[in-house]
């Protein structure tokens, strides 16, 4: 992805997209994202809590 963001700026004008459609997608991401994040929010929280725990407690005691 940042690659992709990188060599924009070496691409011609005419050959870059007109704002509107990657807003447009870039909405729908979003959206679609929120969607699926509310959905597994609780789930996926609690996993990441118990995942962390481990390596937040190696982190301060070493």
């Known amino acids: 992805m940042l690659l992709l963001l990188s060599l924009l700026p070496l691409l011609p004008p005419p050959l870059l997209p007109p704002p509107p459609p990657p ?6 991401l979003l959206l679609l ?3 699926c ?3 597994l929010s609780r789930h996926q929280l609690q996993m990441l809590e118990v995942r962390n725990m481990p ?3 190696g982190y301060w005691f070493t």
């Open 23 to 28: 807003l447009v997608l870039l909405l729908l």
């Open 33 to 35: 994202h929120d969607s």
């Open 37 to 39: 994040f509310l959905h």
């Open 55 to 57: 390596f937040s407690l």
